[in-house]
């Protein structure tokens, strides 16, 4: 068995300093996500990391943001993350959360959560800059590792000490062309991840990041729904698919032809504990349109092929007319 994810709890131990104010250290995404042999993270610089990049989805598409306060061991009640990626040659994409119901984790000391008012306030912060996909951001706040990859967070504490920032830089810069990928790159031949902890080939190259994977078909689609998780095959290997709070993800949506495409963001989460930090990778969709090609959220697909404004892939002149046909709108 791996020597896994203890070094997490480990972090947890981390408190604000005692002079009052911590360091900020910029980092690029690379340097943030480096794993050891394990897939342990091994970033360890003290205070604040300061991070830029691209991002790449809604948080209320990927988490369920409704506060539900418990003060029973039942779940984290609300939850709140999204993703960003490096740019140019920094290769490599970081999440940030927030939870609601902290003092639920049995490690966490002094115990505390927020309450309902105090995580709408929470929430409003966080929404205040009102960035977007494709909006270039700075963010700024405390770290732990968690089963695959290092987040910026709160370290499970809701005092304001430890909040992180987001700032918005430049609006619409664009999201970046998901990666076309193919289970080869990511599958052995036994069908098992591959894990690369130099982060230069494998899952761990794309974790964080949009990709995209072309003619596959349904394995299993009994998961289907929001939250769910569903598997896609190329008729030979497999790979998971998680579904998000979109829309568009509800029971009967599911109306996917075959072959189809598939586009989301390269994630890992791996069950157990202490979690085998070399396995439990997955792509990460956010939402459906109901286009019957591409499982993606509809800001994704735009990105795939540039002036597609009707997102089927083709840039045509009925792209050029239903542009004209909103010039004035």
Same mark, same amino acid.
């Given at each position: ?174 999201? =970046?062309?998901?990666? %076309?990928?193919?289970?080869?790159? &990511?599958? @052995?031949?036994?069908? *098992?991840?591959?894990?690369?902890? /130099? !982060? ?74 202490? =979690?085998?930090?070399? %396995?439990?990778?997955?792509?990460? &969709?956010? @939402?459906?349109?109901? *286009?019957?090609?591409?499982?993606? /959220? !509809? ?31």
């Amino acid at each position: 068995m791996k020597g896994g994810c203890l070094i997490f709890v480990l972090l947890l131990t981390v408190q604000v300093s005692v002079f009052g104010v911590d360091p900020c250290t910029p980092a690029t995404h690379e340097q943030f996500q480096a794993v050891d042999e394990d897939g342990i993270g091994t970033y360890n610089v003290a205070g604040k990391v300061i991070l830029e990049g691209i991002v790449l989805n809604k948080p209320g598409d990927m988490l369920d943001s409704t506060a539900d306060y418990q003060s029973e061991p039942v779940d984290m009640g609300g939850e709140w993350q999204f993703f960003f990626q490096g740019e140019g040659d920094d290769h490599a994409g970081t999440a940030l959360w927030v939870g609601q119901n902290y003092e639920l984790l049995p490690w966490v000391f002094p115990p505390g959560s927020y309450d309902d008012l105090s995580w709408i306030a929470e929430m409003s912060r966080l929404n205040a800059p009102q960035f977007c996909p494709g909006d270039r951001i700075r963010v700024t706040g405390y770290y732990l590792f968690y089963k695959g990859k290092t987040n910026v967070n709160e370290q499970h504490h809701f005092e304001p000490e430890y909040d992180f920032t987001v700032e918005l830089l430049e609006r619409g810069v664009g999201l =970046p062309r998901p990666e %076309v990928i193919s289970f080869d790159d &990511v599958k @052995d031949g036994n069908d *098992n991840f591959i894990f690369d902890s /130099s !982060r230069e080939s494998g899952c761990e190259y794309y974790q964080g990041r949009l990709v995209r994977v072309n003619d596959v078909n349904f394995a299993d689609a009994n998961g289907w729904g929001p939250n769910g998780e569903v598997t896609v095959t190329d008729g030979v290997k497999t790979f998971p698919v998680k579904l998000g709070f979109g829309r568009g993800i509800y029971a009967g949506s599911n109306n996917l032809s075959e072959p189809f495409d598939v586009i989301g963001i390269m994630d890992q989460e791996p069950e157990g504990y202490p =979690p085998d930090c070399t %396995v439990g990778y997955r792509i990460w &969709v956010m @939402d459906y349109d109901g *286009n019957g090609a591409v499982l993606a /959220s !509809r800001e994704h697909r735009r990105a795939a092929v540039p002036g597609d404004v009707q997102l089927d892939e083709i840039v045509d002149f009925g792209d050029f007319a239903e542009m004209a046909c909103d010039w004035l709108k």
